[in-house]
C-alpha cells in the first residue's frame, strides 16, 4: 500500500505509453536549456516528471468532479503544490536509496523492460525499434528511462525493507472480531401511557411557568426578516401573451403522438420452430386439451418471456388483423411472424383515444405561452441589470419594468407566494440587511431582487400567547414522566424467571442479536445498551420520548470460532490492520528522510511549466 501511495516515474511513463503517447517536452517547452525544476540530495526533479504528474493528477480531479476546470482552479484548490510535494517526496526516497547502496542490476532492468506490453511488436514480442520510437515520443532515450526504471525497482526495494517486517496484529484482530461477533439474547416490551394506573394531573400556573421558563425554545420565535421584492414569473404574463392559431396548430401536429393514439392491445405470444409444431399447439388450445399458460410451460418458459406488453396493429405487421379481430382472452394463429410462426393471446384491449385539437386548444395554448413569456423575461435580463446598477430601486423596477413589488415577512419555515421558490428562499436567508439587490433567477424561469429591511431576532414568545403549546408540552413531558416511573416499578418486579406477560406486558425475546442487527420499533441507541448490560440485567430505555422499554438480557454468546465467518472476518481485520500499520510506518519513514535532504526548487522552472497548462 506504501508503494501505491507515492508517485512512481514508471507509472506515469507508461500508462503515458499506454494511453496518450506522451509528447516530449524538453528544452522547446521552456524558455532556455531547463530540463529539471531542481534537486532532491543528489537526484534531479526532471521536468518532464512534474508536468506529467500535474497533468494527470488535473485529470484524476476533473475525472472525479465531472467537469473540466482551469489551471487557475487548480491552483486555487492546491493541486500543483500537492504534486510538487510527490515528486520531491519520490525523489528523496531515491536519494535514500542510492545513499544506501540499493540497485538492481542489468538483467532485473532488461526483465522489466521485456514485459512492457508498449514495446512489442505485432507478433507479441519485444521490438528494439517499437521501444525506441515510443521512448522518443515520449521525449526520452533508453538510457534515461533505464535509469528511472532502475530507481523504481531500487525504491520498491526500499519500501519492501521499511514494511516487510510488519507482523498481523493477531491479537488485536481476535479482539475485534470477538467484539463484532457477539450476540446477546434478550426479552423485551414496551410500557406506554395507556398502562399508566393514574390519570394525569392538571397543571397549575406555577407548573406552566416554571416549565415555559425551564423549556424556552420550543416557545421562542424564529428569526423574522422583513423583505421588500420585485419579481416577475412566466405566470404572471402569460395571459398577456399572443399565441396565433397556426402556431398552436403546428404544435398540436408535431405532438400528434400524444394525443392521438390507435387501439392497443396486450398480447402475449409464443414462437415455434416451424408451421406444423404451431398447428399441432393451436389445435389442442382449440380441443381443450390444454391452455396457453400449459403451452408456455411445456416449452419451459414462463409468461413474463412471452409477454410483448402492448402493442398496436402496425407493430404486429402481418399478424396484426388478425390478433386485434380477436376476442379478449382469444388464442389465435399460428401467425407469421419474423421470428417464426407463432401463437397469439389477447390478454386486455385499450381503446382508442384521441384529443382533438379543439380539447388540447387550451393547453397547448398555456404551455406555448408559458415558453414564450420565458423567453421575454430572459430577454429582459440585462436591461433589469442595467436599471440595478445604476442605482435603480426595487420600487423603479415595478415602474419601468413587468415586474411587481412585494413584501413579505419571511422565516425559514415560510413557504408560500414567491416563497415556495428554493432560490428566493435562498437568497432571502442569505442577504444581509441593507444589502443592494441583485438580480436572481427563480427555477421556472422567472426573476427577481430582494432587499431585507429588517431583522427580527429570535425572541421569547409571551406565556399568555403561547399557553396551549405550554399546556401540550407539559402533558407530554409529565406523562412520559409517569411512564418512565410506571416502567422501573415494573422492573424492579422482574428476576431471571419473570414471564412478562403477568405483568400485563407483551414481551417480545429477541435471540442472537449482534450489534449490527436492528429490532423494528426500538429508539436509535438500543442495541448499544443492551451489549453494554450483564447476563440478568433488568433496564428501563427511554422509547425516544414516546414511552418506555423494558428490557431483560438473558444471554451472552461469543462468536464461533470454528465459523469459516467469524475466521474469515478475523482474517480480514488482521489484513487491514498490518497494511494500515505498515501503511503508517512507511509514511513516517518518507517524512524522516525527506527532513534529512536537501531540497531546492527552480521556481521559474516551475513557472514556466505552469505556463504551459494556461
Not at 441507541?525 to 422499554?549: K, P, W
Not at 497494511?579 to 516551475?606: K, P
Request: no cysteine; glycine share 8%; net charge negative.
Amino acid at each position: 500500500m506504501a508503494r501505491s501511495k507515492t508517485s512512481s516515474f514508471f507509472v506515469w511513463i507508461i500508462l503515458g505509453l499506454l494511453f496518450v503517447g506522451l509528447m516530449g517536452f524538453g528544452a522547446a517547452g521552456l524558455s532556455g536549456n531547463v530540463r529539471t525544476l531542481g534537486t532532491v540530495g543528489d537526484k534531479d526533479i526532471a521536468v518532464r516528471d512534474y508536468q506529467n504528474a500535474l497533468r494527470d493528477q488535473i485529470a484524476s480531479f476533473e475525472a472525479t468532479i465531472g467537469t473540466p476546470i482551469s489551471f487557475v482552479q487548480a491552483q486555487s484548490i492546491g493541486l500543483d503544490q500537492q504534486v510538487l510535494s510527490q515528486v520531491i517526496a519520490t525523489r528523496a526516497l531515491d536519494n535514500e536509496a542510492g545513499a544506501l547502496g540499493l540497485s538492481v542490476g542489468d538483467d532485473r532492468v532488461r526483465d522489466q523492460v521485456l514485459q512492457i506490453p508498449a514495446f512489442r511488436g505485432v507478433d507479441n514480442t519485444f521490438s528494439r525499434e517499437g521501444y525506441a520510437e515510443a521512448l522518443r515520443r515520449a521525449g526520452l532515450n533508453e538510457a534515461e528511462f533505464e535509469t528511472g526504471l532502475r530507481e523504481e525497482m531500487a525504491r520498491t526495494l526500499l519500501q519492501g525493507a521499511v514494511v516487510s517486517g510488519v507482523q498481523s496484529p493477531d491479537a488485536f484482530a481476535s479482539a475485534l472480531a470477538q467484539f463484532a461477533g457477539e450476540s446477546r439474547s434478550f426479552t423485551w416490551a414496551v410500557v406506554d401511557a395507556a398502562m399508566l394506573a393514574e390519570p394525569l394531573p392538571e397543571p397549575s400556573d406555577a407548573d406552566l411557568a416554571a416549565f415555559y421558563e425551564a423549556n424556552p425554545a420550543p416557545f421562542t420565535s424564529l428569526e423574522t426578516r422583513t423583505i421588500t421584492y420585485a419579481s416577475l414569473t412566466p405566470e404572471m404574463i402569460q395571459d398577456d401573451v399572443t399565441v396565433d392559431e397556426e402556431e398552436l396548430r403546428q404544435a398540436y401536429a408535431d405532438n400528434i403522438a400524444d394525443f392521438v393514439q390507435a387501439e392497443r392491445r396486450l398480447v402475449e405470444r409464443l414462437v415455434y420452430a416451424d408451421g406444423d409444431r404451431a398447428q399441432a399447439a393451436a389445435d389442442r388450445v382449440a380441443a381443450g386439451e390444454v391452455d396457453f399458460e400449459g403451452l408456455v410451460g411445456e416449452r419451459g418458459l414462463d409468461l413474463a418471456q412471452v409477454d410483448m406488453g402492448d402493442v398496436d396493429e402496425a407493430e404486429l405487421r402481418t399478424a396484426g388483423p388478425a390478433v386485434f379481430a380477436a376476442e379478449l382472452g382469444d388464442v389465435v394463429g399460428p401467425l407469421d411472424t419474423s421470428l417464426g410462426p407463432a401463437l397469439f393471446r389477447v390478454n386486455a384491449v385499450l381503446a382508442a383515444q384521441e384529443v382533438t385539437f379543439e380539447e388540447a386548444r387550451d393547453d397547448l395554448r398555456e404551455e406555448r405561452a408559458a415558453a414564450r413569456a420565458r423567453r421575454i423575461i430572459e430577454d429582459s435580463i440585462d436591461g433589469v441589470n442595467d436599471l440595478l446598477a445604476g442605482g435603480a430601486t426595487l420600487a423603479d423596477l415595478a415602474e419601468r419594468t413587468d415586474m411587481q413589488l412585494g413584501t413579505l415577512e419571511w422565516d425559514v419555515e415560510t413557504s408560500d407566494g414567491i416563497a415556495a421558490y428554493a432560490a428566493f428562499r435562498d437568497a432571502a436567508g442569505n442577504t444581509d440587511a441593507g444589502a443592494f439587490p441583485e438580480l436572481l433567477e427563480l427555477e421556472d424561469g422567472g426573476i427577481f431582487a430582494l432587499q431585507v429591511d429588517a431583522v427580527t431576532a429570535p425572541a421569547l414568545r409571551p406565556l399568555d400567547t403561547v399557553r396551549a403549546d405550554v399546556i401540550a408540552a407539559w402533558e407530554a413531558a409529565q406523562t412520559q414522566d409517569m411512564v418512565m416511573a410506571q416502567a422501573r416499578t415494573l422492573a424492579d418486579q422482574i428476576d431471571a424467571d419473570t414471564d412478562l406477560a403477568t405483568l400485563d406486558l407483551s414481551p417480545n425475546i429477541e435471540a442472537g442479536q449482534t450489534r449490527r442487527g436492528f429490532i423494528e420499533g426500538t429508539p436509535p441507541g438500543f442495541l448499544e445498551s443492551v451489549f453494554e448490560m450483564a447476563t440478568g440485567d433488568v433496564a428501563v430505555v427511554d422509547r425516544a420520548g414516546n414511552g418506555a422499554i423494558i428490557v431483560r438480557l438473558d444471554a451472552i454468546a461469543a462468536p464461533d470460532t470454528a465459523d469459516e465467518t467469524v475466521a474469515a472476518q478475523q482474517a480480514q481485520i488482521a489484513e487491514t490492520a498490518a497494511a494500515g500499520i505498515a501503511q503508517d510506518i512507511f509514511e513516517i519513514f518518507n517524512r524522516d528522510v525527506q527532513i534529512r535532504t536537501d531540497v531546492e526548487i527552480n521556481q521559474n522552472a516551475v513557472n514556466a511549466v505552469h505556463a504551459t497548462f494556461q
